[in-house]
């Protein structure tokens, strides 16, 4: 049994009233007043299905003199919150002491930031708070695209005995120039949703695109990725918000977005839907079949090459030849209508493959010393 097989997750539906999904969580980025906290929410409970209030209190910024929330007072802007919406609440915690405070303060949900989820004696300190306390906690992902250190955070929360854990995807810092503010990095939660399959995952579209005009397109992925909802960002007057500006949209946006979303079903029970779906992927396990019996066959070739250039002691590694390989195979992939970084991707897990079999070839006595 893996390590990771360990995680002891309740389902949404054992401790969330209506879990009915996708489940939508909006609020502003942070708790500015308590004029713009219970504006933004009276006006969520109006025109959207919100179920979980969010609003930063104790704001982690890059740079020292931004507005860094309005701290415990928010606390109390909260309470309103929930008094006139029936919104459950949710905070995000860095420490021990905001975990006290925001419990003491009857906060419903935490959330552990992604600049929090990336140092593991911050999350064991919120884990060690949290014993004997059985209140949900939302874990984002840490900054940089380490799975370990967000199933780590995950197992520490875990082990303090939170049962009621939600994973949010908000992207990871990159070197590689996106349009998005956190590159997404799908294959990452989608890892971590075969690890744990069980595990709610919700997206959190306002941090991965920090603007507007790519929200919809994010969160509808997130739906096609079959996750569980969104954490979405929203203000009353985004213009003015003292954080997160340009990625906070109304509370009338966020409606209009997520009316237009295409909500998913993980299957369908129809017939001619199971049937075509059937013949295709037939055909998916055939060119899989294919594409690895070629590969196997490439592998020897390599082995042969491999004990060649070992009798006529020549290195394996040839940069001239690889570069080769890698001008003509993007040539074709474009020609194919394939993505450059796929092929890429492809050809550089076959090339690493190939010369650690022709490293094991050399390695191996070679015929002529024998003769
Ligand atoms: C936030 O939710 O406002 C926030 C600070 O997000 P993250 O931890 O994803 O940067
Ligand atoms: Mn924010």
């Not at 909260?78 to 995000?92: C, D, I, M, P, R």
């Not at 918000?241 to 129809?270: C, F, G, R, Y």
């Not at 993007?330 to 090339?351: P, Q």
Request: glycine share 4%; charged share 25%.
């Amino acid at each position: 049994m893996s390590q990771h097989a360990s995680l002891k997750i309740s389902a949404l539906s054992d401790w969330l009233p209506d879990a009915s999904l996708p489940l939508l969580i909006a609020g502003p980025c942070g708790a500015e007043s308590e004029k713009q906290v219970l504006e933004t929410a009276i006006a969520l409970k109006k025109n959207t299905n919100t179920r979980i209030f969010r609003a930063g209190i104790w704001k982690p910024r890059t740079r020292p003199n931004s507005f860094e929330g309005a701290g415990s007072i928010g606390l109390q802007w909260l309470k309103k919150v929930k008094a006139e919406t029936g919104f459950l609440t949710a905070v995000e915690v860095a420490n021990a002491q905001h975990v006290r405070e925001a419990i003491n303060e009857g906060v419903d949900i935490l959330w552990i930031g992604a600049r929090t989820s990336v140092n593991p004696f911050s999350v064991q300190e919120i884990a060690d708070a949290l014993i004997g306390i059985n209140i949900p906690v939302m874990i984002k992902n840490p900054v940089n695209p380490d799975i370990q250190l967000w199933i780590g955070a995950l197992e520490r929360i875990n082990q303090a005995g939170i049962t009621k854990l939600i994973a949010i995807h908000r992207g990871f810092s990159s070197f590689k120039k996106t349009k998005y503010r956190n590159d997404p990095q799908w294959q990452i939660p989608i890892e971590l949703k075969i690890l744990f399959p069980d595990l709610p995952i919700i997206c959190d579209p306002s941090h991965i695109c920090g603007k507007k005009n790519l929200l919809a397109s994010i969160a509808q992925k997130a739906l096609d990725m079959d996750m569980s909802g969104w954490m979405i960002e929203s203000h009353i007057h985004p213009e003015k918000a003292l954080s997160d500006s340009e990625q906070q949209i109304t509370p009338l946006e966020l409606s209009a977005l997520v009316n237009s979303l295409i909500v998913k079903k993980p299957n369908s029970h129809n017939k001619e839907f199971k049937n075509r779906l059937e013949q295709l992927r037939i055909l998916i396990d055939e060119i899989d079949d294919e594409l690895f019996q070629s590969l196997a066959k490439r592998m020897e070739i390599a082995e042969e090459i491999g004990a060649y250039k070992r009798d006529n002691n020549v290195t394996v590694l040839q940069i001239k030849r690889w570069e080769n390989i890698l001008t003509r195979q993007l040539k074709m992939a474009e020609s194919l209508g394939l993505s450059e970084d796929f092929i890429k991707e492809i050809l550089e897990a076959i090339h690493k493959e190939s010369i650690q079999k022709q490293i094991q070839i050399v390695n191996k006595i070679s015929i002529t010393d024998l003769s």
